[in-house]
């Protein structure tokens, strides 16, 4: 698909839902992670940014061994997946707090063209979890 009529339909259907109803997880301690498999789903113009951006991770609803990888989203679209030592720690807690929450992510590092998202450690997560009422191990 041309980049040009990429952008055109995300600015069409891209943000079809409002982020005011998920879990902001931007103000908890994070590491910043490489965002796996994103080869084919976003464009240039996405990679020559370096600036911040929000991400949206889902939890994933595949079967087998995809059942929990978790999807980080950019604009109403899947943009690539955490790691498997990431998605593993992150798919429980997130699908207690409703499957998906809003994230700080960035831009490749100079040299790369993979994107970079901030994730919240296992203690933050847990606290966050029992700050919201919600259990999460």
Not at 56 to 80: C, M, N, T, Y
Request: proline letters at 5%; charged letters at 25%.
């Amino acid at each position: 698909m041309p980049t040009w009529l990429e952008h055109l339909c995300h600015s069409l259907i891209g943000r079809t839902r409002s982020h005011d109803d998920l879990p902001d997880l931007r103000v908890l301690s994070t590491s910043r992670e490489d965002v796996a498999r994103t080869y084919y789903v976003v464009d240039d113009p996405e990679r020559r940014s370096r600036d911040d951006r929000l991400y949206v991770l889902r939890v994933g609803r595949g079967h087998g061994s995809r059942a929990h990888d978790v999807a980080v989203h950019s604009h109403g679209r899947v943009i690539g997946f955490l790691s498997k030592g990431s998605a593993a720690m992150l798919a429980e807690p997130l699908a207690r707090l409703g499957g998906a929450a809003i994230v700080n992510g960035a831009g490749p590092r100079p040299g790369t063209t993979r994107l970079r998202v901030d994730l919240p450690t296992a203690e933050a997560m847990r606290s966050f979890a029992s700050r919201s009422g919600r259990s999460a191990r």
